[in-house]
């Protein structure tokens, strides 16, 4: 296990999941935390403001949309303004334009403080409220020093001309291509492609953990060339799978049931062969039981999880029948009555922090290389 102090946060539509991974302690004991995600926090916040028939300001680095793309809406309909930076807006749609058109007023950084002086309600934007999350460890009494820091994030890929649900699966499909290996998916700060703006806003945000300002915000923007300390950035997928897998486990299916996202992935020979992937509020336990089987079989097109509303399905080749089935997620109890071959994962005894634990799991490869 990883002999440096490592910060693991999985950032999920529901929940951010917490984890210090500390040298020579037992994975069981560490200190772990399963908070509301920062996009249900945004939304609260919008609430609280549409409440208060408060102008909203909202600043910040892009971050993942959902519960806080709601609010918005909501606050807009009951007819109060809503100012945002350019970073921020893009939480929203990849394509400014249209968040405009949802009555979304856009302003520089320079004016977010007279719009403040002026009464505004301020919100700030990100996947991670780093001073507010060491402000709590501090108060309970844990060291916030870490060697490095690791973060996941479903990230469908910045496309404001096309859907970035095409996009997201484009990518798959082209690094499914390559057969790579599943560490591969775990991006070094300066590593994350350009089009991944989240991971990279979320990366840049960690790198505050030792006073470095990240600069790989936006495409087009470069990223900081960091040698130490390290921060690395993923998937939501490939964390939960890296997790769930047993360490001397590297052939297996996962099925993750998150509360926005279901994702299915194949890994073979420690290479992922295999994604499928639908929105979790759109199935039920049958239908998502027969799509995996379809999946697994190579018969479930992607065009079909498309046109249904989900991302999609890409398969790199056949699947073996005997390949162990982990499911994990907290919408796991969806196929609770399945009779697939299927093993509930809780690693170390944990299952909301399966992510994280691949995190770590995957920042000792990165670090190893």
Request: aromatic share 6%; proline share 5%.
């Amino acid at each position: 296990m990883n002999t440096e102090r490592i910060l693991a946060i999985d950032v999920g539509a529901g929940t951010s999941d917490i984890l210090i991974h500390t040298p020579g302690q037992r994975e069981e004991n560490s200190v772990k935390m399963v908070v509301p995600s920062r996009t249900v926090i945004v939304a609260n916040r919008i609430r609280i403001a549409t409440e208060q028939a408060a102008t909203v300001v909202f600043h910040g680095p892009t971050m993942g949309g959902g519960a806080c793309t709601a609010a918005m809406r909501e606050h807009i309909a009951a007819g109060h303004a809503f100012l945002a930076t350019e970073r921020a807006a893009l939480s929203f749609a990849d394509d400014l334009d249209q968040v405009t058109a949802s009555g979304v007023r856009l302003i520089r950084d320079i004016e977010v403080h007279e719009a403040l002086h002026a009464g505004g309600f301020e919100i700030r934007a990100g996947d991670v409220d780093l001073q507010g999350l060491l402000l709590s460890l501090t108060r309970l009494g844990v060291d916030t020093v870490f060697d490095g820091a690791a973060i996941a994030a479903q990230d469908h890929g910045f496309d404001p001309a096309g859907s970035n649900r095409v996009l997201r699966f484009a990518l798959w499909e082209k690094a499914l291509a390559r057969c790579p290996r599943m560490e591969e998916f775990f991006y070094l700060a300066d590593e994350i492609p350009e089009e991944l703006t989240r991971l990279r806003s979320a990366a840049a945000t960690l790198e505050g953990l030792w006073g470095i300002r990240g600069t790989g915000l936006q495409p087009g923007i470069p990223a900081l060339d960091l040698t130490t300390p390290p921060v690395i950035a993923a998937d939501t997928g490939p964390a939960a799978l890296f997790g769930a897998l047993p360490e001397d486990c590297e052939d297996a299916v996962l099925v993750n049931v998150g509360n926005a996202h279901t994702m299915c992935a194949v890994a073979i020979d420690g290479c992922l062969t295999g994604v499928f992937e639908h929105h979790t509020g759109s199935l039920d336990g049958a239908t998502l039981d027969a799509l995996i089987r379809r999946f697994l079989a190579g018969e479930l097109p992607g065009d079909e999880v498309l046109a249904d509303g989900g991302h999609g399905a890409v398969l790199a080749g056949p699947v073996p029948h005997d390949l162990p089935i982990f499911v994990t997620g907290p919408c796991r109890e969806m196929l609770a009555l399945t009779t697939l071959p299927v093993t509930f994962a809780a690693p170390h005894g944990d299952m909301m922090l399966t992510g994280a634990f691949g995190l770590v799991r995957a920042y000792e490869r990165r670090m190893a290389e």
